[in-house]
């Protein structure tokens, strides 16, 4: 999108230019640069390497890790056989031109915490797959964090059915998802 004026989304709010540079020590850094909200001055750099997963976390040996769930920065807060939890906090970059979360990017953030929700429930940390996936949104996600909790609702042997909700950091509803999902387990 460069090259885009201002003027094309929301008052106040610009999509950032990118500048890529690379440091002396070879990682890969971006830089940027924009306005958002009432054209307040933001600037992000941030560095492209893995984030660690903290092993602090209930349930952190069923975190299984995911590129693009790391690459937004969406981090476990609890994995048990009862609920699975995440968290991302506010970027400009996962912002929509109306400066609330990213659709996309709460439906990942579903799609993610009922796949954990799924391992923490069997306690293996095994791959699953997205069958079907259903999200409703209620509210724009403005708050500093989204904070997203998955339930599995029943489990078969392969196929595993979940919901999941997207809140921000006041409480407030943002999203609701079901899912079916299916375990990669081995034939016996």
């Not at 929301?10 to 999509?15: H, Q, V």
């Not at 890529?20 to 941030?46: F, I, K, N, P």
């Not at 994995?79 to 990942?108: D, F, Q």
């Amino acid at each position: 999108m460069k090259g885009a004026s201002p003027s094309s989304y929301a008052p106040g709010i610009a999509l950032p230019p990118e500048i890529g540079t690379r440091s002396r020590d070879g990682v890969r850094r971006r830089q940027l640069a924009g306005t958002c909200e009432a054209g307040a001055s933001m600037t992000h750099s941030r560095t492209m390497q893995k984030p660690a997963v903290r092993h602090d976390v209930p349930g952190a040996e069923y975190w299984r890790r995911i590129p693009f769930a790391e690459h937004l920065g969406i981090y476990p807060i609890e994995i048990t056989e009862a609920r699975a939890i995440i968290e991302l906090p506010r970027k400009p970059e996962l912002l929509n031109s109306w400066g609330g979360a990213h659709g996309g990017v709460i439906m990942t953030m579903l799609d993610v915490v009922m796949s954990m929700a799924v391992r923490g429930h069997y306690r293996e940390n095994t791959g699953i797959i997205t069958i079907d996936m259903s999200v409703g949104f209620m509210n724009a996600g403005r708050g500093e964090v989204v904070r997203a909790e998955g339930r599995v609702l029943h489990g078969g042997q392969s196929t595993v059915f979940c919901e999941g909700e997207a809140r921000d950091d006041a409480g407030v509803l943002l999203a609701k998802a079901i899912g079916t999902f299916r375990r990669l387990v081995e034939k016996k």
